[in-house]
């Protein structure tokens, strides 16, 4: 199995900056796709962004594009989220998920493996 474990949450005024941890252990060589999703109380987790290890292309929400910016490590032992300009619509827990999808990716069925979350708030 796959082991992920987000940091780097907290708290932070509009138009501020957090940077989210991922930390991968276990079966990596399974993973073909990485991602973040957020959820707020009541709403569905929605799809932030994905980065494919092996090529390290990326794919973003049309809500956070040019704000923010996901990137893994060298030997993909963490992945990161980048979130600058933050906006009050930004708060949300932060899910970092993991899977075997190759192309695409931007639902939660295309990822089996889910961290545990971290809160994001943004005030403004």
């Known amino acids: 199995p796959v082991k992920l474990v987000e940091s780097g949450g907290g708290s932070v005024q509009a138009g501020g900056s957090l940077r989210l941890t991922c930390a991968v252990s276990?079966?990596?060589?399974?993973?073909?796709?990485m991602a973040w999703f957020r959820q707020t109380p009541g709403e569905e987790r929605n799809w932030v962004a994905t980065?494919?290890?092996?090529?390290?292309?990326?794919q973003y929400a049309d809500s956070v594009k040019g704000r923010f910016i996901i990137s893994q490590d060298t030997d993909v032992v963490e992945v990161y989220l980048q979130m600058d300009s933050l906006k009050s619509e930004d708060t949300a827990v932060y899910y970092c998920?993991?899977?075997?999808?190759?192309?695409?990716?931007?639902?939660?069925?295309?990822?089996?493996?889910w961290g545990q979350g971290t809160q994001v708030t943004v005030s403004s």
């Open positions: 980065i494919y290890p092996h090529n390290e292309i990326t």
């Open positions: 998920a993991a899977g075997g999808c190759g192309a695409g990716c931007d639902s939660e069925t295309d990822f089996a493996s």
């Open positions: 276990g079966d990596t060589y399974t993973i073909y796709s």
